[in-house]
């Protein structure tokens, strides 16, 4: 099996969210294929990097970028999917003006319903060390 280099860029995830970590992790390899580290909103990396408060730390996901760009919420998606060429059509329709303020709609809609989400499919977080970096 061929190793993967290591990531150039991080996903950041809000590892107390059942869903969200069941989802980076669904993810992970495609993540990796393509340039990608995860790793917890909860993690040193995040809150060395970032140097923002915990409490805006975590209310959304993050993407580092290696220079240090650092994007969040829906657009995090948009510049994964950018990466991705199968995902990359949709990254271009969800960029356009209209579309794009529907898709961060929708991402908020989401955001803000996230633990409830996680309760209801009954996707507790899953048994890991909080500040566990995975690549």
Known sequence: MTEL???????????DCGFCAWWV??????????????APLQSDLAREA????EEELVRDIRLLFRDGSLFA???????VMRRIWWARPLAWVFG????RWLFEAAYRVF?????????????????MERSRITS
């Open 5 to 15: 280099p290591a990531p150039r860029d991080w996903v950041l995830y809000d590892a």
């Open 25 to 38: 992790q669904f993810w992970a390899a495609t993540l990796a294929r393509h340039g990608f580290g995860i």
């Open 50 to 53: 970032t140097r923002l408060p």
């Open 73 to 79: 919420g829906g657009d995090v998606y948009l510049q």
């Open 96 to 99: 356009l003006p209209g579309l």
């Open 111 to 127: 955001n803000r319903n996230r633990f409830l989400l996680s309760r209801a499919c009954r996707m507790s977080r899953p048994p």
